[in-house]
């Protein structure tokens, strides 16, 4: 996905958005973002493939996300609700080694074939 900023065009993702920001102005976005509220999104999904998502979240996943994926005050992000294109992309990009993660993450990631990676997509999205 692509933007377009003053007529030039950039790359949508946050790593390329924000590589030219201080550490002031990640501060301050983060401090303007952390005053949201989060709100899952309102999306469709299979119901029989988010409870093999499920199993496949509390056999490997839960550990560091828990309640779901739901807690804010794990260290790890909050997966619950949100939009599983962005889930199921980011999984991949983890998994690839496209994104930087801990020895555990990718650990347990790297297990995940993409049927599994769209199913707990999925299974984030339905709660």
């Known amino acids: 996905m692509t933007y377009e900023v003053d007529g030039a065009e950039g790359s949508s993702d946050m790593t390329s958005v924000v590589e030219g920001l201080t550490e002031q102005e990640v501060e301050e976005l983060a401090a303007y973002y952390s005053a949201f509220d989060f709100v899952s999104?309102?999306?469709d999904f299979d119901a029989n493939m988010a409870k093999l998502g499920e199993e496949i979240h509390i056999k490997q996943c839960d550990s560091c996300h828990s309640k779901g994926g739901s807690d804010?005050?794990?260290?790890?992000?909050?997966l619950a609700g949100q939009h599983k294109e962005y889930i199921l992309n980011s999984l991949k990009e983890y998994r690839d080694g496209l994104r930087p993660s801990d020895k555990k993450m990718?650990?347990?990631?790297?297990?995940?074939?993409?049927?599994q990676l769209i199913s707990l997509s999925e299974y984030y999205a339905s709660l």
């Open 41 to 43: 999104a309102n999306q």
């Open 72 to 78: 804010p005050d794990d260290e790890a992000s909050i």
């Open 106 to 115: 990718l650990r347990e990631i790297r297990k995940l074939n993409d049927d």
